[in-house]
């Protein structure tokens, strides 16, 4: 693999940016990983594990005389980290960012942008519930989407080159309207988030279950749950404050959804119940055949089926 | 391993009882087991697989002169299957069942229980979301919680024997009120399927948002969703009929919750949100700790974290 970009800088070193350094470093993408925090302990943390090839202690040594900066702060914190960064762009440099929302990053980062500056918005489809310095992994983006929002004015050269480098990562890349992107995660990430830190939360405020048992008997249902809700509580935050009008619109779908199916169990309509159920059913086959899940029952957690794995009564 | 009961019956031939086919030969707990279900499909593909010792055409031939029986058909089929063996069960034999929930089984199934046969409630919290006879394996049970919900006439010795058969299949025994049980289980389990089950059919109505995009970028939070989601649909129609009291109970605390996080949303607090999101994650660690997951990122699907696996940025 040929090098995309000579030098590279990361803002912010946490499981995204650890993994694009990972990743970009065995793909040989960029001749040099710079990278910072605004946090001392993850700065060291990240020298400890060589994550970058310099960590240095503010953005604007990071980007200096970078030809690729990479935002990977939260959506909160993306229009203060580029009014920072701006006077120390190099001309030409593109900028891009990973954060969940693109709308509000635009409007956050659009006004601080130097015109020699091509700002490119960009969100992996990726992570784990863990964060920090520490949870990054090179596989990360292998065979994960990585959208981009180009904006009307976005050189064409330069997409397609960020394009190469995030291909070089792993990821498929694919193209969207910010506002088109945003509703879509608001239904396939943001609002199932919300969902399961409530789920979680209601769990936690039972007294007549304690919390012991709840957390004993948690692996019918309730665990997967908690894995999406042990997610980085001030980068959702984020998302939540920032993509409010698409996730209140599906929010209140849900709700909707949630009352009628409630009322058949409230009426014992099972004939409405089992419609329903085996309608979604049908939704995970889907994902299995477009390869964006594994069909090993129960993600594959220590679970061997004989025979073919059947997801009906046979 | 010693044989624990001479001969198993199993009514019903779908992932639990298949599983606890597998295991129960591999710890040479039963001498001979007979199994059968309704359904012709099932149990030729259950002779094919040689899930059992003797696949049998009824219930009544599969319970004769069985030590054990267990009732591995949905919640709402108990009643029925129990007025059908009745006849034809050994005196002195165990009847126990692997249903959700527990209150509504002791219901269907004690009118019909003869005096010289001992019922004893049961409830392994294992499965994946694959169903049918294909999807047993051996380790279902391994490490999981079978809760057992005893009678206050339950014969103790046949319990104790019951909990041995049990703990030969891998599984952890604890006892418990059914009236209780029901109450964790709608927590852990059946609230949370429920929920799974909306947000799935939200995304499958959406008109703006195609079924494609939804399932193409499915990677970050819905995909757990769809896959809780793709659980039976018949078990899981029996489950929210006969919970009904604790299921809209739990759910009634579920939307007051939901509605307080989307009042935040709509005005901005996003200290409410960051502090809720914060308690949320600690109890994933207390399920990590307690044993009932992989503390790998994203279920181990893939994930190769480098370093210690950090939950929070250092």
Excluded at 2 to 11: D, G, P, Q
Excluded at 52 to 76: H, I, K, M, S, T
Aim: charged share 25%; aromatic share 6%; net charge neutral.
């Amino acid at each position: 693999m040929s090098v995309i970009y000579n030098k590279v800088a990361l803002i912010g070193l946490g499981l995204i940016a650890g993994s694009i350094s990972l990743a970009a470093r065995q793909a040989g993408a960029a001749s040099r990983i710079s990278g910072t925090s605004r946090s001392a302990k993850t700065r060291s943390a990240a020298r400890d594990l060589k994550l970058v090839d310099e960590v240095v202690d503010n953005a604007a040594a990071a980007v200096r005389n970078a030809d690729l900066v990479v935002l990977c702060v939260p959506v909160g914190a993306m229009g203060k980290v580029m009014a920072e960064i701006k006077p120390h762009l190099k001309p030409g440099a593109v900028v891009t960012d990973v954060g969940s929302v693109k709308q509000e990053v635009i409007e956050q980062v659009s006004p601080h942008l130097p015109d020699n500056v091509h700002f490119i918005p960009g969100h992996p489809l990726a992570g784990t519930e863990h964060s920090g310095p520490y949870s990054g992994f090179a596989e990360l983006f292998e065979n994960r989407w990585w959208l981009l929002t180009p904006l009307p004015d976005t050189d064409p050269d330069e997409l397609s080159r960020l394009r190469r480098f995030i291909r070089a990562l792993g990821a498929n890349v694919e193209d969207m309207e910010p506002a088109h992107h945003d509703l879509v995660l608001a239904v396939t990430s943001h609002t199932p988030h919300l969902i399961a830190y409530t789920m979680v939360g209601v769990a936690d405020h039972l007294k007549r279950v304690t919390e012991s048992e709840v957390i004993k008997y948690s692996a019918a249902g309730f665990r997967d749950f908690t894995r999406i809700a042990a997610s980085d509580p001030t980068m959702w935050r984020d998302v939540f404050l920032t993509n409010k009008d698409a996730v209140l619109d599906i929010l209140g779908r849900f709700t909707e959804e949630l009352f009628m199916l409630q009322r058949a169990i409230r009426m014992g309509d099972g004939e409405q119940l089992h419609d329903y159920f085996t309608r979604t059913r049908a939704i995970r086959r889907g994902i299995i055949e477009a390869g964006q899940d594994t069909a090993a029952p129960d993600f594959g957690r220590g679970a061997k089926p004989t025979g073919k794995p059947a997801n009906d009564g046979v």
